[in-house]
């Protein structure tokens, strides 16, 4: 016989009766129902070849998983048949095929990233994560939200029951009895007594809003007990009902400022559009649980949550286009906390440099609308104190809001100034009156970046929305409002609000350790829109970021007796988002080093005592590594926007030099819109729906994008302006590839 049919008599050798292909002949040990029909064979002679008609794929018993249980178990029992399924997936761990219905059952929430093999921290082998998977398999996709909410605030309220700044400590106690004593000052006092009344015993020193929302707390607090903010009488009140109370006023802000502004980032933002609603409830859940703003607001005891809600919400406006709306969130968050001043230089330039992308007509009406909309905003914030008398009513608050008479920084504070302070004391080399003006000047030069990259592109293409919205106009035939459409720049607003604010952070003057806060926040948002798979590092820079800013904070946190608090929210955080440095993409030499240190600095606080002579040794040694840590950020942060802005067409590239992707493509009707400043300008990552995703966003090809990537990739498509609802394409990293869950 020829050698085609010795192959046939081996094939219907090794076919057994049930239609199962062993090996060596062997018959099936698992009985199984199948014909086969599927199969039509001839008499074999040398002409005869075997016919298969529409066979039915299905899985081999011995990779299924149920059969591999009943396998290792020796059970007599055959496991249940499966549909017909199809192919396997050899990229997929359990072969490809999932589960008709998964039982309702904890049990898998733990092991799964082992048998998923994630070797990448955060994302596929996060508590977080695999919870979220959990709920949406067991059809509780509704319930995923309410109860993060439920537990961040269960979080928030058992932190709120260990102590606080100044517990028992008279007679000035801390920021809690200061957050206390405005509460009776402005429910008692006039307004005009608000920023004069006994300045030595924690004088009002935060802007008006800060006031009203302090005088109807202690409006409520005096319906419900009149002695919690008795005028004099009730200083360093400590009851326990006065506590829960002022603890209540804290989750209070949270849900109605705080929460509804990450909400609506997570799952409303332009920069979370191409997650999917796993990842982006996983984001949601990663904001929530941000430990420094817990350890401050719900352990310290401030109102951070209020400032930083209203500047994320301001955040989310400009993300939209709608300026007006996120002019009047910025002031607010301005009139309740001074520190939002950190974000001002970006936002204006961003702001302002839209206007210039509008040309004349458009954008010189658009500036008089913000700066219309901006002055009416503070003069409803001032008003109280411009009648009846002006100016003096107004110059008590503004010299207690910018308190220059103060030092160049308070305790210690890992800012370049308290760290070279170590080996260069700036008091004795420069007068005080002079250390304020030095300051604001390495301020300005340190942000000064953050300023040319988004004004920049104005300036070089003057003009260039107008230009394209009147060619979207004339290609779909319908008008649009062009300045109701993010800038092309909004993709550079993220990284510049916290380039910005860690500049402030490190070079400005009179800083608190809590202002970290600020920069937490932009680095924050940057970290949940990235992914640990892509290039960027903005995850990995995120993450370190919070963690060595509440290490920063160690100090206070100490003496306000929140050790526990510390130790369990950045276990319990880190572990949620499952951060794991030994399996980190990139930045792993610089955060098992940085860890490596803080792990050391505080079994020595533990173990050994501060020597007589230098009694601030361990805070000084904290403050040299986290000031650092934030250093590294800052220069960072500057090589993150010198890409961007590169990738944007905005660092004056020549025309010949410039990428060819990052020039506009010609349109569909193939001409070249004027002026050349569309074309040179904004790249197609900007308009870039269509150049991140290779087309249509939501039919995104399965793959991540970066800058690196994704801006220097040739795409063949027309490139056309957003429009408002899917909003504007991000310049950070973008991860398209979400797991499957």
Not at 653 to 676: C, D, E, F, V
Request: glycine content about 6%; some cysteine; aromatic content about 12%.
């Amino acid at each position: 016989m020829s050698q085609n049919g010795s192959i046939r008599q081996r094939r219907t050798s090794t076919l057994n009766n049930d239609g199962v292909l062993f090996p060596g002949g062997r018959s099936s040990p698992i009985p199984r129902p199948t014909s086969l029909a599927s199969v039509r064979s001839t008499n074999y002679s040398e002409t005869d070849h075997s016919e298969i008609l529409s066979p039915t794929p299905r899985r081999h018993y011995l990779i299924q998983r149920q059969s591999s249980q009943w396998l290792q178990s020796g059970g007599g029992i055959s496991p249940s048949t499966s549909r017909p399924s199809s192919p396997l997936n050899p990229n997929h761990p359990t072969g490809g095929f999932r589960r008709h219905k998964p039982s309702l059952s904890f049990s898998s929430l733990a092991g799964n990233s082992k048998q998923k093999g994630a070797k990448v921290s955060g994302l596929n082998d996060s508590l977080a994560r695999r919870w979220v998977k959990w709920m949406h398999k067991n059809k509780l996709k509704g319930w995923v939200l309410p109860i993060q909410i439920l537990l961040a605030l269960w979080v928030k309220w058992a932190v709120g029951l260990g102590s606080y700044s100044g517990e028992n400590t008279p007679p000035m106690y801390g920021d809690y009895e200061a957050q206390r004593h405005w509460l009776e000052i402005t429910y008692h006092l006039p307004v005009r007594m608000w920023y004069k009344y006994d300045l030595q015993y924690w004088g009002l020193d935060y802007p008006p809003l800060t006031a009203y929302v302090s005088w109807i707390f202690g409006y409520i607090a005096n319906k419900i007990n009149p002695a919690w903010v008795a005028l004099d009488s009730s200083r360093g009140i400590e009851l326990p009902n006065s506590k829960i109370y002022m603890r209540a006023t804290v989750l209070v802000c949270d849900l109605l400022i705080y929460l509804p502004a990450l909400f609506y980032f997570a799952t409303k933002s332009s920069l979370l559009r191409h997650r999917s609603i796993r990842a982006r409830h996983v984001a949601f859940f990663t904001l929530l649980l941000q430990p420094a703003l817990i350890l401050i607001d719900s352990g310290h005891f401030q109102y951070n949550s209020v400032m930083l809600g209203l500047t994320c919400q301001a955040f989310n406006y400009f993300l939209e286009g709608q300026d007006l709306l996120g002019a009047i969130c910025f002031v607010a968050s301005l009139g309740f906390k001074q520190m939002a001043l950190y974000y001002s230089p970006a936002v204006f330039s961003y702001l302002l440099g839209k206007c210039l992308l509008l040309g004349w007509k458009e954008g010189s009406a658009h500036l008089i609308r913000i700066g219309l909309v901006t002055v009416l905003s503070f003069i409803v914030l001032f008003l109280p104190f411009l009648y009846p008398s002006f100016p003096e009513n107004l110059l008590p608050p503004i010299q207690r809001i910018f308190p220059f008479a103060r030092g160049l920084f308070e305790d210690k504070v890992a800012n370049f100034w308290c760290t070279s302070n170590v080996v260069f004391k700036w008091n004795r080399h420069f007068s005080a009156s002079l250390l304020p003006k030095l300051a604001t000047g390495l301020t300005a030069v340190a942000f000064m970046p953050t300023m040319w990259a988004l004004l920049s592109p104005g300036i070089k293409g003057f003009g260039s929305m107008a230009s394209l919205y009147h060619t979207e106009a004339s290609v779909d035939g319908t008008e649009n409002k062009k300045s109701r459409r993010p800038a092309p720049t909004v993709s550079l607003l993220a990284h510049s609000l916290f380039q910005c604010s860690l500049s402030f952070f490190l070079f400005s003057f009179q800083v608190h350790e809590k202002t970290i806060l600020v920069p937490l926040l932009p680095v924050s948002l940057l970290m949940i829109t990235s992914a640990p798979t892509v290039e960027g590092s903005d995850w990995e820079w995120g993450v370190l970021l919070n963690n060595v800013g509440c290490f920063s904070m160690w100090p206070l946190l100490r003496r306000d007796g929140l050790s526990v608090q510390y130790v369990s929210l950045l276990a319990l955080w880190n572990y949620a988002i499952g951060h794991n440095p030994f399996r980190q993409k990139s930045l792993q030499a610089l955060t098992l080093a940085v860890y490596s240190a803080i792990f050391v600095l505080h079994i020595s606080e533990l173990v050994i005592s501060p020597p007589a002579r230098y009694p601030d040794i361990f805070p000084v040694l904290n403050t040299l590594i986290s000031g650092g840590v934030f250093g590294l950020a800052w220069l960072w942060s500057l090589k993150r926007l010198v890409e961007l802005s590169w990738a944007m067409g905005s660092l004056g590239t020549q025309r010949s030099s410039a990428p060819s992707s990052l020039r506009m493509n010609s349109l569909s009707n193939g001409t070249r819109t004027k002026p050349l400043a569309v074309q040179e300008v904004f790249s197609s990552s900007i308009y870039g729906d269509n150049l991140a995703t290779g087309g249509n966003g939501h039919n995104s090809q399965r793959h991540s994008v970066s800058p690196a990537s994704s801006m220097v990739r040739r795409r063949n498509t027309s490139v056309l302006p957003p429009t408002r609802e899917e909003g504007p394409s991000t310049a950070s990293v973008v991860d398209l590839n979400e797991p499957s869950m």
